[in-house]
T-cell receptor
Framework: ELKVEQNPLFLSMQEGKNYTIYCNYS?????LYWYRQDPGKSLESLFV?????AVKQEGRLMASLDTKARLSTLHITAAVHDLSATYFC???????????FGTGTRLKVLA | DTEVTQTPKHLVMGMTNKKSLKCEQH?????MYWYKQKAKKPPELMFV???????INESVPSRFSPECPNSSLLNLHLHALQPEDSALYLC?????????????????FGSGTRLTVV
């Protein structure tokens, strides 16, 4: 059974600091997604990573994928308050249509 | 149109009521999904429809009954729900089951229906 774990689960950081969120998954997958969710809202797609070594950047966020290690990272550079949200990674299990979300990381950026 | 539209946005229902959630997309996507999300938890997959046929039911209780009348529409019929069924219900679609081709491999999520069972 595909399991997707993120760490940390909670992250409180000062504005201007850098930090990395990790996403580990347990079985083979050929694509990984990152989403942002604000309280009470739906999911906003951030990145789609399709191959080993893929790196995508948008503003202060950069995501990477290592399929051999079954690991993706979401790096936050010089955090700002507007980045406060919950971030989920999600993986499609190869050979199925199951799209499984990670445990989520609740990020709070303090001014 | 690049959206998934869910109605209603909010729903309060009694345990003896029958109600339905509606989800619509006009992107030509051939896979549609229902997810349930409790507060501070990740979304949990409930059902997958692939080319209008139910392909995955994640052991969801029969008080939830999905329906896909055509390729653009997905319903979730609710009957005799329990208070613990209160949650955010998210609909999503993708080009094909598991993702898609081209520049958008991702799933498109609707804004959700906030369901409260009293």
């Amino acid at each position: 059974e595909l399991k997707v774990e993120q760490n940390p689960l909670f992250l409180s950081m000062q504005e201007g600091k850098n930090y990395t969120i990790y996403c580990n998954y347990s079985t083979t997958s050929d694509r990984l997604y990152w989403y942002r969710q604000d309280p009470g809202k739906s999911l906003e797609s951030l990145f789609v990573l399709l191959s080993n070594g893929a790196v995508k950047q948008e503003g202060r966020l950069m995501a990477s994928l290592d399929t051999k290690a079954r690991l993706s990272t979401l790096h936050i550079t010089a955090a700002v308050h507007d980045l406060s949200a919950t971030y989920f990674c999600a993986v499609v299990s190869s050979g199925t249509y199951k799209y499984i979300f990670g445990t989520g990381t609740r990020l709070k950026v303090l001014a | 149109d690049t959206e998934v539209t869910q109605t209603p946005k909010h729903l309060v229902m009694g345990m003896t009521n029958k109600k339905s959630l509606k989800c619509e997309q006009h992107m030509g996507h051939r896979a549609m999904y229902w997810y349930k999300q409790k507060a501070k938890k990740p979304p949990e997959l409930m059902f997958v429809y692939s080319y209008e046929k139910l392909s995955i039911n994640e052991s969801v209780p029969s008080r939830f009954s999905p329906e896909c009348p055509n390729s653009s529409l997905l319903n979730l019929h609710l009957h005799a729900l329990q208070p613990e069924d209160s949650a955010l219900y998210l609909c999503a679609s993708s080009q094909v089951p598991g993702g898609g081709v081209g520049t958008n491999y991702g799933y498109t999520f609707g804004s959700g229906t906030r369901l409260t069972v009293v």
